[in-house]
C-alpha cells in the first residue's frame, strides 16, 4: 500500500513565492515546531535509506520504525524497518520485486510485495525476531492488499479465483491462517476491509439486488463470524472506514442524497449524523471523530456532541491518524507542512524539514514520536527541496531539554519521564540531528 506523497508546490522559485501565498510564509526548512502552540519543541531526525535517494516513513510502534526505501542505485524499492535504539536500518527483503512496509506491532511488520515487475501485488509479514518475510497469500486470487493492522490481525482485500470478485479477509499472525470475510451480498458479491480493532474488522460491501457500485459499512466479527449491515443515514448507500472500540465511522448517502459523515456505535445501535465538514478520510479514537471536506479537517466530540476546526484554518489540513487527543498529518498553505494537533486542548505545531522546504507526517506512537518523510537541502538555488527521507520527530517541553523530556501517553495526556536516561536510550538524538522550537 503506497502512500500519497502530496506535490503541492515544492519546487518553487525563490522565497518571494511563499510569502505570496494563502498560507505561512516559511524560508526553506524553518517550519517550526511551536508555530502555532508554542508549548513543545521536537528534535528532527533522519533516519536515511537503504543506500538509495529517497525513503520514507509510514508506521511506528515503540523502538521501530517502518517504511519504504530506493536500494543502491535507486534500482528497486524496498521495505524496511529502523530500530530507534541502534539506529540501524533493516532491508526486509521482497516477495520478488518491490516491496512496501505499511504497519507494524510488536515483533512483526506488514506491508505489500510485487510479485514481478508489473505482476501482482501480495501482502506480507515480517518477523522483527526470526528475521524471515513471509507472503500471507491470497483467497484463491492472484493479489491481496493490506489496509490494516491491529494486534496480531491483519486486513485487507483480496481477489477470489478467477480475479473477477474481491473478499476482505482478516489474517491471523498467531495462526497464519487467512479467513474470507465475505460479503454482504454472499459469496459473489464485493467487499473491502479498511480497519481492524480488537475481533471487529470494519469495510464497505456490495448488497444484493442492487446496482453495481452500491455499497453499505459493515462491521465483522471475527468471533462469531458474523457480518452486520451498518445501513446508512436515509440514503442508498454507506462506506465503514475506521474503528475505535465499538464506535464506526464513515461517509454515508443521507435521505435527500445528499453526503455526511457518520459515528455509529455497535453495543447501541445509535448513528449520530456528523454532517458535510467529515465528508472523507473518516478516523475515529474514542470518543473523539476527525474528518476532512477536502479544504479543512474537524474534530467532533461524540460525548459533548462539540465540533472544532483542526488548526488555523488556511489552506488545507488533512489528518493522517489519531491517537488518543493527537493528530498527526499534513498542512498545504501554499506548500506541505507536517503537523502534531492536539484535540482537547487545539495546540497546533509544525513540524521541521531536514533542511529542505517540506514534511509530511503519517503515524504518532504513544510517546508522541511522529513518524514520516521530509526533505533534505536542495541542491539548486530554484528548488524548494532536495530529496525526501524518512523522519521523526521527537517530543520535549520547551525550555527543559532532554533531563526534563516529557512524552504524550496513550490517552493522549502529557506526561513527565521519570527516566529520562531510558528514553534517551531510545530515542538518542545523533550527531546529524536538529532541534527545532
Do not use: C
Not at 51 to 80: C, K, L, M, P
Not at 224 to 240: F, I, K, P, Y
Not at 253 to 265: K, P
Not at 416 to 425: D, F, I, K, P, Q
Amino acid at each position: 500500500m503506497r502512500r500519497r506523497m502530496h506535490l503541492r508546490a515544492w519546487i518553487l522559485v525563490g522565497a518571494g513565492l511563499l510569502a505570496a501565498g494563502a498560507g505561512p510564509a516559511y524560508g526553506a526548512g524553518a517550519a517550526s515546531a511551536g508555530s502555532v502552540a508554542g508549548a513543545r519543541e521536537y528534535t528532527v531526525r533522519d533516519l536515511g535509506t537503504l543506500g538509495g535517494t529517497r525513503s520514507e516513513a509510514t508506521a511506528i510502534d515503540g523502538d521501530t520504525v517502518v517504511g519504504s526505501s530506493q536500494t543502491s542505485g535507486d534500482d528497486a524499492e524496498h521495505a524496511f524497518a529502523y530500530d530507534l535504539r541502534g539506529h540501524v536500518m533493516t532491508d526486509l527483503g521482497t516477495l520478488g520485486d518491490s516491496s512496501r512496509a505499511t504497519g507494524v506491532a510488536g515483533k512483526y511488520v506488514v506491508g505489500e510485495s510485487d510479485l514481478s515487475a508489473g505482476g501482482p501485488t501480495h501482502g506480507f509479514v515480517y518477523d522483527l525476531r526470526t528475521r524471515r518475510l513471509a507472503d500471507i497469500g491470497t483467497l484463491g486470487g492472484s493479489s491481496t492488499h493490506v489496509t490494516g493492522l491491529h494486534g496480531d490481525t491483519v486486513v485487507g482485500t483480496s481477489s477470489l479465483s478467477g480475479d473477477a470478485v474481491t473478499h476482505a479477509f482478516a489474517y491471523s499472525l498467531r495462526t497464519r491462517t487467512m479467513t474470507d470475510l465475505g460479503s454482504l451480498a454472499g459469496p459473489s458479491g464485493d467487499s473491502t476491509a479498511a480497519a481492524v480493532s480488537g475481533a471487529v474488522v470494519v469495510g464497505s460491501s456490495s448488497l444484493p439486488g442492487t446496482p453495481a457500485g452500491t455499497t453499505h459499512g459493515f462491521a465483522y466479527d471475527l468471533r462469531t463470524r458474523t457480518m452486520t449491515d451498518l445501513g446508512t443515514l436515509g440514503g442508498s448507500s454507506s462506506t465503514a472506514n475506521d474503528i475505535s472500540g465499538p464506535v464506526v465511522v464513515g461517509q454515508s448517502r443521507t435521505a435527500g442524497n445528499g453526503l455526511s459523515g457518520y459515528a455509529y456505535d455497535l453495543r447501541t445501535g445509535v448513528r449520530t449524523d456528523l454532517g458535510s465538514h467529515f465528508l472523507i478520510a473518516q478516523l475515529v479514537s474514542g470518543n473523539t471523530v476527525v474528518g476532512g471536506d477536502s479544504l479543512l479537517s474537524t474534530t467532533y466530540d461524540l460525548v459533548t456532541h462539540t465540533s472544532a476546526v483542526v488548526g488555523s484554518g488556511r489552506g488545507v489540513t488533512e489528518v493522517r491518524q489519531i491517537a488518543g487527543n493527537v493528530m498527526v498529518g499534513d498542512n498545504f498553505a501554499p506548500n506541505s507542512f507536517a503537523f502534531v494537533a492536539r484535540a482537547d486542548n487545539g495546540d497546533f505545531t509544525y513540524l521541521a524539514s531536514l533542511g529542505g522546504l517540506n514534511s509530511a507526517a503519517t503515524q504518532v506512537d504513544r510517546h508522541g514520536v511522529v513518524a514520516g518523510s521530509a526533505a533534505l537541502p536542495p541542491a539548486d538555488p530554484v528548488s524548494a527541496n532536495g530529496p525526501f527521507h524518512a523522519t521523526v520527530w521527537v517530543p520535549h517541553t520547551v525550555g527543559q531539554g532532554a533531563r526534563g523530556l516529557s512524552v504524550v501517553s496513550h490517552s493522549g495526556q502529557a506526561t513527565a519521564v521519570t527516566s529520562a536516561a531510558r528514553v534517551l536510550e531510545a530515542h538518542r538524538v545523533g550527531a546529524g540531528d536538529r532541534t527545532v522550537g
